[in-house]
């Protein structure tokens, strides 16, 4: 009996059937997206199973998803202001009232956590959707705790000059749960790209207040600071610590902690870059040029 009829009777497929005389050998396969199989490759070398971020799981249906990812942002908007005062300074006041790494750091985990569950479009879709609710709920509970609930219908008086911040929050979403969905990537450039975020917003509100220090001393030497730089040096040293260490505990692909810790500077560099900028525009809208 020659081996393709043997094949045809213990019920194997046919394309597993190489030659009459070769062997069919073992195939290394993984489970792609809904359930079948393919063959895997990873780039860290080896075969082994790998996400698919931009499929939806079956236990979670998209649109309740990117309901619940739009519901992040407005409890991440209440939080900052109802649950910092109750943290210490360096958490509470360090990460999330005076800087944004705190609230990046959400939305890039958001990323991760929407990005297997909903379908590629929808994951920049949900990052807008959670920083612009954070953004729009930070300035109401601002604005209900200034001036009662009674403030709220008064768009133009709390809403209207975040009119930045709102527009930051449509770029700045898509980027950062795009990063987030990426650090569980196959590819290791894409997850060295959220990594490299990762740390880079943390990165990037180390080196705000350093840069402006030293740029203020450069162009007025002669004005005598309020107060010392001390605290200001190890609050910095702190986010780009904290940044750091983030990177390495998120990295899980063998290989990739170092490389990311590389790719966490020029990421903070861009990252800063777009803050300053905005922050530039805020200062010109104060003084009436913009806005």
Known sequence: MSSGRL??????????????????????????????????????????????????????????????????????????????????????????????AGWCFVVILLGMWAGTRLRPWQVPVSGAAALLGAVVCYYAVAAVITGGPGALPDLAGWLFPAWLWLLAACVAGPVLTGAGAWILHERRSRRLVGLGLVGGVFLADALLPVLDWVHFRMVS???????????????????????????????????????????????????????????????????????
Do not use: C, N
């Open 221 to 291: 030497p002669e004005v005598a600071l309020p107060s010392s730089p001390v605290p200001m040096l190890f609050q910095s040293a702190f986010h780009t610590l904290l940044g750091a260490a983030l990177v390495l505990v998120m990295a899980r692909v063998p290989g990739d902690r170092p490389r990311a810790l590389v790719a966490m500077v020029p990421a903070g560099l861009v990252w800063y870059a777009g803050v300053w900028g905005a922050h530039q525009v805020m200062f010109l809208s104060g003084m009436g040029y913009l806005g």
């Open 7 to 100: 094949i045809s009777l213990v019920g194997l497929p046919p394309d597993l059937l190489i030659s009459d005389h070769r062997p069919v050998h073992h195939i290394h396969q993984k489970p792609s997206g809904r359930g079948t199989w393919a063959p895997a490759h990873s780039d860290s070398g080896g075969m082994q199973k790998v996400s698919s971020p931009g499929s939806p799981s079956p236990g979670f249906p998209s649109p309740r998803v990117l309901l619940l990812a739009a519901l992040a942002g407005p409890a991440l908007g209440a939080l900052t202001l109802v649950g910092s005062p109750l943290l210490p300074w360096w958490i509470g006041g360090g990460l999330f009232t005076d800087a944004a």
